[in-house]
């Protein structure tokens, strides 16, 4: 395997061991692996994930004056809203998958017995939190995030609300959390081990971290916004060297409803979550790392040979996503259309038997 020496480390576990991976294909050829030319991607084999860095650091999404949110492909040529619609009604439908996720840990019992304060990292508008109170006896949240709008409606929902761009997280709340959920963000990091950190600041002994990213063998890479793509092995090294023992790792998918909002790419792989309880104090890991004796995962790694393999492998199923959503989609509504016609029928032979005992019936 011919690795680089690289001036660029990995994202996710500072290794300078880098394969370079070639993503600027020709959008039309590789719509879904396909970044141009001001990006530079790494393939790191030490933790199995993708790092990319912008060369230009004007081409960075903004997200401290909202325009990530306004720039969305998918919410194009739409009037404006307050709020990020449709994506916000997946955003709130994301707490149900995460709810039955903890259940299924059996740590419903103890959050049940006990007001729980939540802290919902980059959680935008903090719909996916308010939601989380329909099953969750929920005393408290904050949404931590950087763009202003979003924390603007979180506010007005009752929720408390830490800028990111101006104040750091754990002098607010430091040691008073015991639930963390954080969905759709690590991606979009460029330390994603600080913000780890600042987390772990913020909870108190024995409690719950819930992450979910986009896995990259099951997604799309060309979003300019992430900054990392994710393995399940990446996500287990970063959550397991930061200060936290694993309790579940596995797959989920964006709410099959976005795909009647226009997003066809729900799938089984799509996201990887991640379950995890506050365990060691991070200065004794931080002096493990110090000392060489890293936590490293258990998986073997691959080649760049097995990478690209699995990348192509994976990038091909998932553009299969796209028609078979829509198949499932169109069967659907075929259905719906049988069933509304069978039932119009019913409800012309009733609105006759509704029309001749009436008329016909004697006062
Ligand atoms: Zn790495």
């Given at each position: 395997m011919r690795k680089i020496k690289s001036n660029f480390k990995c994202r996710l576990c500072n290794s300078c061991d880098l394969i370079k991976i070639n993503l600027s294909l020709p959008r039309a050829i590789s719509p879904f692996l396909s970044r141009d030319k001001s990006w530079k991607n790494f393939y790191c084999p030490r933790c199995n994930s993708l790092s990319h860095f912008q060369?230009?650091?004007?081409?960075?999404v903004k997200y401290s004056d909202s325009s990530y949110r306004k720039s969305s492909n998918f919410e194009a040529n739409r009037p404006a809203s307050p709020i990020?619609?449709?994506?916000?009604?997946i955003t709130s439908l994301r707490s149900s998958h995460i709810s039955k996720l903890i259940e299924n840990c059996s740590l419903t019992e103890k959050f049940n017995c006990k007001k729980i304060n939540l802290l919902d990292y980059g959680g935008y508008n903090g719909f996916t939190s308010y939601g989380l109170k329909s099953y969750f006896n929920i005393d408290d949240i904050t949404i931590a995030d950087l763009d202003p709008n979003g924390l603007k409606i979180a506010s007005s929902l009752g929720m408390k609300v830490v800028n990111l761009h101006k104040s750091v997280l754990s002098k607010n709340?430091?040691?008073?959390?015991?639930l963390c959920i954080s969905v759709h963000v690590f991606e979009h990091l460029k330390k994603p081990a600080d913000a780890l950190g600042e987390i772990h600041k913020c909870l108190k002994d024995d409690s719950i971290l819930y992450i979910e990213v986009p896995n990259l063998f099951g997604s799309y890479l060309t979003d300019p916004a992430h900054l990392l793509s994710f393995s399940k092995e990446g996500l287990k090294h970063l959550i397991s060297n930061n200060?936290?023992?694993?309790?579940k790792l596995g797959f989920i998918r964006t709410p099959k409803e976005a795909i009647k909002y226009g997003y066809p790419y729900s799938n089984w792989r799509e996201?990887?979550?991640?379950?995890?309880?506050?365990?060691?104090s991070l200065n004794s890991i931080r002096k493990k790392l110090r000392k060489g004796n890293i936590i490293k995962p258990k998986e073997i790694m691959y080649s760049k040979k097995k990478f690209?393999?699995?990348l192509a492998m994976s990038n091909?199923?998932?553009?299969?996503?796209?028609?078979?959503?829509?198949?499932?989609?169109?069967?659907?509504?075929?259905?719906?259309?049988?069933?509304?016609?069978?039932?119009?029928i019913f409800s012309i032979?009733?609105?006759?038997?509704f029309f001749f005992i009436n008329l016909f019936k004697n006062d």
């Amino acid at each position: 395997m011919r690795k680089i020496k690289s001036n660029f480390k990995c994202r996710l576990c500072n290794s300078c061991d880098l394969i370079k991976i070639n993503l600027s294909l020709p959008r039309a050829i590789s719509p879904f692996l396909s970044r141009d030319k001001s990006w530079k991607n790494f393939y790191c084999p030490r933790c199995n994930s993708l790092s990319h860095f912008q060369k230009k650091k004007r081409n960075l999404v903004k997200y401290s004056d909202s325009s990530y949110r306004k720039s969305s492909n998918f919410e194009a040529n739409r009037p404006a809203s307050p709020i990020s619609l449709p994506w916000s009604t997946i955003t709130s439908l994301r707490s149900s998958h995460i709810s039955k996720l903890i259940e299924n840990c059996s740590l419903t019992e103890k959050f049940n017995c006990k007001k729980i304060n939540l802290l919902d990292y980059g959680g935008y508008n903090g719909f996916t939190s308010y939601g989380l109170k329909s099953y969750f006896n929920i005393d408290d949240i904050t949404i931590a995030d950087l763009d202003p709008n979003g924390l603007k409606i979180a506010s007005s929902l009752g929720m408390k609300v830490v800028n990111l761009h101006k104040s750091v997280l754990s002098k607010n709340i430091k040691n008073k959390v015991n639930l963390c959920i954080s969905v759709h963000v690590f991606e979009h990091l460029k330390k994603p081990a600080d913000a780890l950190g600042e987390i772990h600041k913020c909870l108190k002994d024995d409690s719950i971290l819930y992450i979910e990213v986009p896995n990259l063998f099951g997604s799309y890479l060309t979003d300019p916004a992430h900054l990392l793509s994710f393995s399940k092995e990446g996500l287990k090294h970063l959550i397991s060297n930061n200060g936290f023992k694993i309790i579940k790792l596995g797959f989920i998918r964006t709410p099959k409803e976005a795909i009647k909002y226009g997003y066809p790419y729900s799938n089984w792989r799509e996201c990887i979550y991640c379950i995890a309880k506050k365990e060691n104090s991070l200065n004794s890991i931080r002096k493990k790392l110090r000392k060489g004796n890293i936590i490293k995962p258990k998986e073997i790694m691959y080649s760049k040979k097995k990478f690209l393999a699995k990348l192509a492998m994976s990038n091909f199923l998932f553009t299969l996503t796209y028609p078979y959503n829509l198949l499932n989609l169109i069967l659907n509504l075929l259905k719906r259309f049988v069933i509304e016609i069978i039932r119009s029928i019913f409800s012309i032979s009733s609105s006759l038997f509704f029309f001749f005992i009436n008329l016909f019936k004697n006062d």
